[in-house]
């Protein structure tokens, strides 16, 4: 058997000596250099004082965004940190007007919910209208169907790349460009999609994306970014905009100038200390490389489902390796039960009602840490140990 290379860099983080964690579709490991990270930023605001504003934290947001940007396929500069990726979709959203006979957003059925809600209380006050694309199956929404909803009425196509719930991966070539050809834009939500595949933003010709370090970036909560085309940022400035966003933040004027640079994109103080946690793991990943952590999460999630499909457990999840993302669901008899045995036994998975129980392995997961998870389902269902946990109502994961 060949050794996995990417199995190196198991030893940057310390939960995997402890636990079976296939969770980074939720909470990406943390490397273990992040307390030193932490220390370094107590020891600058204890001995630094307000000067670490000016010896680097005040352009944190920058400086971090160009370490994500080639995780990303942008130019250094294109992207900056905002405080969540709710936040960075509705600044996008912000920066738009719609006039009558083009306002048009188009979402799916599958987004992710915070961001629906945004875009839901806002397009009604900035006089545009929601429309969302159907899924037949709670796994994808068909292309075309995607397509045909994008028209010379849309304003803005505001998607996940890869859909929470299933981890289907939309082809976001093809809808970007659609959009394109139809003078909408797009502004991808690649939370689930980035650091688990290469992504490249302007290979896709996207307008805007989003995402975050906290799962398949190994960053943390309270990193998270957003990318814009130059051209996006020569044409639009958001509304929902703060000091840091200003050409001349510190002449506090009374009226806003934006940055001419993606700095426009910015709101209020920035948030340091999570851009301290953040740094390290999006540089492990960059490391370790998205070609070959793709490959192995190809391979790896194929192997879950060969695992489930053997013993009839209905696989909750893409099987087409062009439309599969990282994560695996498979819904197992008294799957909320197994769940919960699963953690007592600390190997941490999460489930989701209709889903069932979800695997997400990652570049330094190793083979026998599936095999041991797949094994302790069958025991916890053959043994009946699953009904110790009947009736646990705490939140799983
Ligand atoms: C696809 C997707 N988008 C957005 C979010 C939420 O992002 P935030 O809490 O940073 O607004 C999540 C959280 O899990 C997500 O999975």
Redesign the pocket.
Known sequence: MTADPLLRFREEFPILATSTYLVSN?LGAMPRSVPDRLAEYAEQWQTRGVRAWAEGWWDMPVTMGSVIAPLIGASPGEVVMVP????GMSAILSALDFPQERNEIVMTAL??P??RYAYDGLAARLGARVTVVPTDDGIGIPLDRLLAAITERTRLVAI?H?L?RSAYVLDVMAICAHAKRVGALVAL?A??SVGVMPVDVHALGTDFLCA?V??WLCGGPGG?FLYASPSATAQFTPALTGWQAHRAPFAFADTMQPADSAWRWLGGTPVIPALFAGIAGPQIVAQAGLDAIRAKSVRQTQSLIDAADVRGWKVNAPRDVARRGGTIAFDVPHAAEVARALLARDIVIDYRPGAGIRVAPHFYTTDGELSDCVAAIDEILSTGSWTAFLGVTSTVT
């Open positions: 939720s969540t990726v709710t936040h987004d992710f915070s961001v996940s890869v929470f939500d939370y689930h975050g906290l799962k998270c």
